[in-house]
């Protein structure tokens, strides 16, 4: 059905304190601005080692997989089968895909290790049998591990997403195996976790080893994570992740949010240590510790104030999976947050957009889907920082951080480096367009 787009602008922006919690804006017709910067599940899929993605859908769909491929350079481990209308009708849609598969494999200059198969929402529609297509391909290809996927956007609102189906899929190949003392994973990330994150210091300081799937090259480093006793996540896509993990092979788990106030933190940090089991010895000086990256954080925090000033802050979601939380410690640090561009928030955030509301009503809350965004102004105040690619198109502003999922850093860590970033970003304008037309490119935190 089609749906009349133009009317007032004023649809795709509100005032903060005249929003409501989680969802401000009507689910309905959806924009896809130019700014394309987040991750998609190819993206996801890559950072599984020795792995090969193969997407079964039609051509519209595969485009954008496909060019995510391209972009990465990494179209050697990327396969796709296009389905024609004629497949709809007339094709026994099971074989279609185990000949397309056989020959895909059977063609490559070797086998992968791993296969992250994706069928498509139509595969849903033509009722496909997916659990004999999988069946059948595991007697082919024995050596093979199969990751059952999907590429199915149209139940994202009543089901699993695809990415955390595809993060649950990942975790499904670790195999059951001895645990190993003083272990952890790192789940579901994107990003290479810098190894100067809180909870990775601390981790450190116990004798815990961190395993993380995107710092690996070889398939059985990957599988030794199926012998953690811990599993760590911060992203939350990766939830049906770890609680599957969790019946299936007995891996305890624990979120840590992307928070970024001092008192989230040292809530986020306690609820690890208490997992650790340290000396007490080991307990006071992670205590020291924690004290001390939180006096450096904040003294990056001032001195990023006395380069920033008064000058307006614009944030998006795409740059933390907590843009509430990021804002208010903005707001209470001095800093002047103006614009928030944001369709939804998570549950957790409640707490930050009631304190918001009353304490920085004023700041304007933007959609970035609601088709209006189309015709609303690209500019705003000049001097107008952005933190994310989004906030930075919307506002075509030179000065803007480009990162995307907090960067792959966490906690007072995470504040101290984005403190740096913003003043670096007011004193060295960039271009915006060569930094936002890239998927998932062009920044300091991506693949």
Request: net charge positive.
């Amino acid at each position: 059905m089609l749906q009349r787009i133009h009317g007032r602008p004023s649809r795709a922006c509100l005032l903060l304190r005249d929003a409501s919690f989680p969802a401000p804006f009507p689910h309905e017709l959806e924009y896809s601005p130019a700014c394309r910067g987040t991750w998609n599940i190819v993206h996801t899929g890559m950072t599984l080692p020795e792995s090969h993605q193969i997407f079964a859908c039609a051509s519209g769909c595969l485009r954008g997989v496909v060019l995510t491929a391209a972009e990465m350079g990494l179209m050697d481990r990327f396969s796709s089968i296009e389905l024609k209308e004629r497949d709809l009708v007339q094709t026994d849609n099971e074989q279609l895909l185990i000949q397309c598969v056989t020959d895909i494999l059977q063609n490559l200059p070797q086998l992968p290790r791993a296969v992250l198969l994706f069928p498509a929402c139509v595969h849903h529609f033509l009722g496909c049998d997916l659990r004999y297509v999988y069946k059948t391909l595991r007697e082919r290809f024995p050596q093979v591990d199969f990751a059952e996927c999907f590429m199915d956007p149209i139940r994202q609102t009543k089901s699993l997403t695809p990415e955390e189906r595809l993060r649950r899929a990942i975790s499904r190949l670790l195999p059951p195996q001895a645990k190993t003392p003083r272990t952890a994973n790192i789940i579901g990330s994107n990003l290479k976790t810098d190894p100067q994150s809180d909870f990775a210091r601390l981790l450190q300081l116990g004798g815990w080893l961190l395993r993380d799937m995107t710092r690996y090259s070889a398939y059985d480093d990957f599988l030794r994570m199926g012998g953690s006793r811990l599993n760590l996540y911060t992203n939350p896509f990766s939830l049906p992740a770890v609680r599957d993990l969790k019946k299936r092979l007995g891996q305890d788990f624990l979120y840590l949010p992307q928070v970024w106030r001092a008192a989230d933190i040292e809530a986020a940090l306690q609820a690890l240590l208490s997992r650790l089991d340290l000396t007490e010895t080991q307990r006071e000086a992670a205590r020291l510790d924690i004290r001390l990256w939180q006096k450096r954080a904040e003294q990056a925090l001032q001195a990023a104030r006395a380069v920033i000033g008064t000058r307006p802050v614009a944030l998006d979601l795409t740059f933390t999976f907590r843009p509430l939380n990021l804002a208010r410690l903005l707001v209470e640090q001095g800093f002047r947050v103006t614009r928030l561009y944001s369709d939804a928030f998570l549950p957790e955030e409640e707490a930050d957009f009631l304190w918001l509301q009353q304490h920085a009503g004023a700041i304007e809350l933007f959609a970035t889907k609601n088709p209006n965004m189309r015709i609303l102004p690209r500019k705003a105040d000049g001097r107008t920082l952005a933190l994310g690619q989004k906030a930075a198109y919307f506002c075509s502003t030179p000065y803007f951080v480009n990162y995307v999922e907090g960067g792959g850093s966490w906690g007072f860590a995470a504040i101290t480096e984005l403190a740096r970033l913003m003043a670096g970003a007011c004193r060295q304008p960039k271009a915006v367009r060569p930094a936002v037309s890239r998927k998932g490119w062009g920044g300091p935190s991506i693949l």
